[in-house]
């Protein structure tokens, strides 16, 4: 297949399943599809492309191709001691005996979770952190929730680790780094898919970032931020990537860069 019948079929099937068609032009991609392909023996891109039309089980086969699951522990490492500080304040503002409950939806292999949850417990040990909290991760991505559960990672993965975490709670044989059974208890896994799914509970912060806002269209995006604000408790805020754009008008402000509240 040429590039340019890739971008076709992209560019003619990605919308009606709600994605950004441009952000899947990427070798990682074409390589699956083109495997995908093989496998059924279609040879020609517009032959697979009307089989995905017409036929709601291949794309769903084509739907978990195009999951993207890259990410890293402190991903956009200046962001951290923005969130120590607003974790901290949003903790002081809690009814007594309350618990500060957080989602990382999207959480890929734990990364994001994982980061998080050494933070609150250096939070904690350092006095800052008096409330008692929770960690909910969910992901559509089974692998990368099986990978989650293994708690170990490459050092791509960890080398943005503020080198005291990286020390206290990372262990490393052959260059696999595994992390200590005492945070990856701290964090609470769960399939869940953002868009067709309920919210899973009633949450002060939900992480949100590199995924629906990077990957679907506005209207889809719309939807997963309608359903996060739902679940938001007031004031409840919403953390999303670094590239990543707020729609107009959909009921958050934003406070820091990556940081927004929820409005009234
Ligand atoms: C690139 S990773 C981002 C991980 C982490 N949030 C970060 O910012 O580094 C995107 C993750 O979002 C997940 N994802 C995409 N669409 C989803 C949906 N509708 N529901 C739940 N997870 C989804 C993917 O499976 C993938 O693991």
């Not at 992209?10 to 699956?32: A, C, D, Q």
């Not at 890929?108 to 952190?129: I, K, Q, T, V, W």
């Not at 490393?172 to 399939?191: C, I, K, M, N, P």
Request: proline share 3%.
């Amino acid at each position: 297949m040429s590039n340019d019948q890739f971008r076709e079929f992209l560019r003619e099937v990605l919308p009606s399943m709600g994605y950004s068609w441009r952000r899947f032009e990427r070798r990682n991609i074409r390589r699956r599809v083109r495997s995908r392909m093989e496998s059924l023996q279609i040879h020609e891109m517009a032959r697979y492309a009307r089989l995905v039309i017409a036929d709601a089980g291949e794309r769903a086969v084509l739907d978990s191709l195009l999951r993207l699951t890259i990410t890293r522990f402190f991903r956009n490492s200046w962001l951290w001691s923005e969130l120590a500080e607003l974790i901290s304040e949003a903790a002081v503002r809690l009814e007594s005996g309350e618990t500060l409950n957080i989602w990382s939806a999207g959480c890929a292999g734990g990364e994001e979770p994982f980061s998080l949850a050494m933070l609150m417990d250096d939070l904690a040990r350092s006095g800052l952190l008096k409330r008692s909290w929770t960690i909910l991760a969910t992901d559509t991505d089974r692998a990368s929730l099986e990978r989650a559960h293994t708690g170990t990672y490459r050092w791509g993965s960890v080398r943005e680790v503020p080198r005291h975490l990286l020390h206290r709670w990372f262990s490393e044989d052959d260059g696999v780094w595994s992390l200590s059974g005492e945070v990856r208890d701290l964090v609470t896994f769960r399939e869940h898919d953002i868009l067709t799914m309920e919210p899973p509970g009633r949450f002060h912060l939900v992480f949100l970032r590199n995924s629906v806002l990077t990957y679907n269209v506005e209207e889809v995006q719309r939807r997963a931020l309608e359903s996060v604000r739902s679940c938001l408790i007031t004031p409840g805020y919403l953390i999303i990537g670094r590239t990543e754009k707020m729609p107009e008008g959909v009921g958050f402000e934003e406070v820091e860069k990556c940081i927004y509240r929820k409005r009234e």
